[in-house]
T-cell receptor
Framework: KAGVTQTPRYLIKTRGQQVTLSCSPISGHRSVSWYQQTPGQGLQFLFEYFSETQRNKGNFPGRFSGRQFSNSRSEMNVSTLELGDSALYLC?????????????FGDGTRLSIL | GQNIDQPTEMTATEGAIVQINCTYQTSGFNGLFWYQQHAGEAPTFLSYNVLDGLEEKGRFSSFLSRSKGYSYLLLKELQMKDSASYLCAVRGNAGNMLTFGGGTRLMVKP
């Protein structure tokens, strides 16, 4: 079974631009979550989607948004990029909600803002 | 509010046992997870606890006390490849959202 796939792996942007990151979950997984990882703040939750609906949202500004498609693939978008948005963005998928099912992480997209 | 604390760094010797502690104060609780993350790689799932007690899985064990808001990850027969960051994460009552601690960087020395 293929794991969680994130594209692109690396991205360089400049301030003010916008970016779209993509995540394909493990086949059959309907829950997709996004996290931002930085050396200073660690792993912070961005949002979770389940069956195309946003179920939870973290404490990030409105410049961060996301969506999920009917095939469970998800995208997240960051507009008006700032230097502080430089981070590793991780996507994780899970087969359902609750229980012992863990979230499985992709390798992430490393975003650098110049 | 959500607060999860773990030591920043630990060092141990190959072949030894190490215990990584995690304390948490969260507004909801629906399970505690431990993940391992090697530098430059994705976090990988190690263990899950939702009831009090010890869960054992090979060289790795995890313990939970809900009344104390406390968990630990125990690694036995340490190997050099165990050098990594270990992340403690709590799932709240809504969906699959995880709140992570800052991670413990473990260095295993020969």
């Amino acid at each position: 079974k293929a794991g969680v796939t994130q594209t692109p792996r690396y991205l360089i942007k400049t301030r003010g631009q916008q970016v779209t990151l993509s995540c394909s979950p493990i086949s059959g997984h309907r829950s997709v979550s996004w996290y931002q990882q930085t050396p200073g703040q660690g792993l912070q939750f961005l949002f979770e989607y389940f069956s195309e609906t946003q179920r939870n949202k973290g404490n990030f500004p409105g410049r961060f948004s996301g969506r999920q498609f009917s095939n469970s693939r998800s995208e997240m978008n960051v507009s008006t990029l700032e230097l502080g948005d430089s981070a590793l963005y991780l996507c994780a998928s899970s087969s359902g909600t609750g229980g012992s099912q863990p979230q499985h992480f992709g390798d992430g997209t490393r975003l650098s803002i110049l | 509010g959500q607060n999860i604390d773990q030591p920043t760094e630990m060092t141990a010797t190959e072949g030894a046992i190490v215990q990584i502690n995690c304390t948490y104060q969260t507004s909801g609780f629906n399970g505690l997870f431990w993940y391992q993350q090697h530098a430059g790689e994705a976090p990988t799932f190690l263990s899950y606890n939702v009831l009090d007690g010890l869960e054992e899985k090979g060289r790795f064990s995890s313990f939970l006390s809900r009344s104390k808001g406390y968990s630990y990850l125990l690694l036995k027969e340490l190997q050099m490849k165990d050098s990594a960051s270990y992340l403690c994460a709590v799932r709240g009552n809504a969906g699959n959202m995880l709140t992570f601690g800052g991670g413990t960087r473990l260095m295993v020395k020969p």
